[in-house]
């Protein structure tokens, strides 16, 4: 920790940088998009801070980064589809903030996943490949709003966020659900299931676990 604060600086386009370790400061704003020209990085590490909004679907763009942690921070929306472009993650930590909505059954699917960690947010569906990976304890998805699955929060802290009005909890980019690399990567070719498909089952949820339109 270095106690800095404010926004953080413009790191694009720095073709020698491989690692951002910008943890434990006070960092406020959305998530800094400019840190994604950066066509080398390897190692993002923003934790600890005060950043809040959406995820930008871009970070789908990070080609070669193995580590991207962005816990406790107060970051909300869905994860967006073009995660399942990670394809060299290893370790994706997204813990301890706001998300919601199902986690996306493609970025259960990254090769090289050794820990994805999304415990402590308000997701509220997992579907059979995630499921693989819950069983394999790669995947982390505890205290949060899921149906049927242990270690969750209580039907009364989930209705209390989903029905705050204080905060909207829709994100504005219509790109969420755009994958880059789609036709690209042989993994995303194989039988993996996706939300939209019939053959996914939403399980029973609470009736309160539905964002409210702004």
């Not at 402590?120 to 505890?142: A, W």
Request: some cysteine.
């Amino acid at each position: 920790s270095n106690f800095f604060k404010g926004t953080i600086n413009d790191l694009s386009n720095k073709k020698r940088l491989y690692e951002i370790d910008l943890s434990s400061n006070s960092y406020i704003g959305e998530f800094p998009r400019n840190v994604l020209t950066a066509p080398n990085l390897i190692y993002l590490d923003i934790r600890y801070n005060y950043l809040s909004g959406c995820l930008p679907y871009e970070i789908g763009l990070l080609k070669k980064t193995r580590v991207f942690d962005v816990s406790r921070n107060y970051l909300t929306g869905p994860i967006p589809q073009s995660f399942a472009c990670l394809a060299g993650m290893k370790f994706l930590v997204l813990s301890y903030n706001q998300f919601y909505g199902a986690v996306p059954e493609l970025v259960c699917k990254l090769p090289l996943l050794i820990k994805l960690t999304l415990s402590n947010n308000y997701f509220t569906q997992v579907g059979p490949e995630c499921m693989k990976l819950i069983r394999s304890k790669v995947l982390d998805v505890n205290n949060n709003c899921i149906l049927g699955l242990p270690n969750q929060k209580s039907p009364e802290e989930c209705a209390r966020f989903f029905n705050r009005p204080s905060k909207p909890r829709t994100c504005p980019d219509s790109n969420m659900n755009y994958i880059p690399c789609k036709g690209k990567a042989a993994y995303l070719e194989s039988n993996a299931v996706l939300e939209s498909d019939p053959r996914f089952h939403t399980p029973i949820t609470y009736p309160v676990l539905s964002p409210k339109p702004n």
